[in-house]
């Protein structure tokens, strides 16, 4: 007999995180998430998103086996932003069964309900735009690179069999290294230099020596170039601070830069190392006893990157800066011998700007992800 459980012990948080070890253990493209860091990431009081939100973990059994999982979500944060009452659903993982997914889906409508939602359900966001969200619905071949989703592709069917449509699709490009055309991307690269040049816009590494205020610089415009955004919620302080200190670990000031007109930072792109190339080989996200070395051994090795931000404020648009951003970070990959691969995720369907900057130096689509809504 199914049934569905809150999952608020802290056994039941651990069965939470745990369960899609075991669901994707065939998987060869399964990526584990870090123990520690799903668990800091849904307990109050260890991720400042639950200073402004709430986390609702659902566990599905059947007898005493998991077969499902889900957390509904409420945002005061997107609340307050957007004007719009609504409602997420995250970290949503299940057995390929219609019934188990519908007990899950109508557990999470009902407490969002109970919250006052009255709005849509919005989803898969886990628990926000800000962190890891959407579903992914072409492109099951290979591994998600750094902080992007992963799931089989019968999650489509399971999500619009429950009455969820389509709200965006957002996409990822691929760069191969082997099809840098020198001549071409200089030739672009120089002419969109010019122009910054001659606006009085100068592009640079961040300063990591004053990472401090060069961060806090960076969140404002990070909060302004996504507004238009849709789903986004901006950051708070502590959350941008929570997340640029992890990043600050495997940040390369190489592939973080920032565009600054007469000392005002005005956009930045941010790449990381694909680290997923190390922590697939991490068995079931735990450093100790041995995934730290594989963990350190492997993020030496990783021949992948990902542009994961990359936005210019209102104003600025259109002069090429975005264009620059990725030849200057492509440029600069051209120089590590070991990287071949670039990818630029997430990027929404309908940001037709921010697609031909990638098209231009040859970007090609490669993955699709989806983030569905319905009314509760």
Not at 118 to 137: D, F, H, Q, R
Not at 195 to 218: G, M, P, S, T, Y
């Amino acid at each position: 007999m199914k049934q569905i459980v809150p999952a608020n012990t802290t056994k039941q948080l651990k069965l939470f995180v745990d369960f899609p070890h075991e669901l994707y253990k065939n998987d060869p493209n399964y990526v584990p998430e870090l123990f520690i860091a799903q668990k800091d990431l849904l307990t109050p009081g260890k991720h400042p998103f639950h200073e402004n939100g709430v986390v609702q973990k659902f566990l599905a059994f059947d007898n005493d086996k998991i077969v499902g999982r889900i957390a509904a979500i409420t945002n005061k944060n997107y609340v307050s932003f957007t004007g719009k009452n609504d409602g997420f659903f995250g970290f949503f993982e299940c057995i390929n069964d219609e019934e188990t997914a519908k007990l899950l889906f109508d557990t999470a409508e009902k407490w969002l309900r109970e919250q006052g939602v009255t709005g849509k359900i919005i989803g898969p966001v886990s628990p926000s735009t800000n962190e890891v969200c959407a579903l992914l619905v072409e492109g099951f071949n290979e591994p998600p690179k750094v902080m992007m989703p992963y799931n089989p592709p019968y999650y489509y069917q399971l999500i619009e069999t429950n009455g969820f449509a389509k709200q965006t699709d957002i996409l990822a490009y691929q760069y191969l290294i082997s099809t840098y055309n020198d001549t071409r991307m200089r030739r672009l690269h120089d002419l969109m230099q010019k122009r910054l040049q001659d606006r009085n816009i100068v592009i640079r590494k961040i300063n990591l020596k004053d990472f401090k205020n060069e961060a806090k610089k960076i969140k404002e415009v990070y909060n302004s170039a996504w507004d238009k955004n849709l789903g986004f919620t901006p950051m708070t302080d502590a959350e941008f601070n929570y997340a640029a200190k992890d990043m600050k670990l495997i940040l390369d000031p190489e592939f973080c830069i920032v565009a600054e007109h007469e000392g005002k930072i005005i956009g930045f792109a941010l790449a990381l190392p694909n680290i997923n190339e190390a922590l697939i080989k991490v068995k079931r996200g735990r450093l100790l006893p041995t995934g730290i070395f594989k963990l350190l051994t492997g993020k030496k090795k990783v021949k992948s990157l990902r542009i994961l931000l990359l936005g210019v404020i209102e104003g600025y648009r259109k002069a090429g800066i975005e264009m620059n951003f990725y030849s200057t970070i492509i440029d600069n990959v051209k120089k590590n011998k070991k990287i071949n691969e670039v990818e630029a995720s997430w990027i929404l369907e309908d940001n037709l700007m921010m697609r031909k900057a990638i098209e231009d130096i040859n970007g090609k689509i490669y993955k699709r992800y989806r983030i569905f809504e319905k009314q509760i």
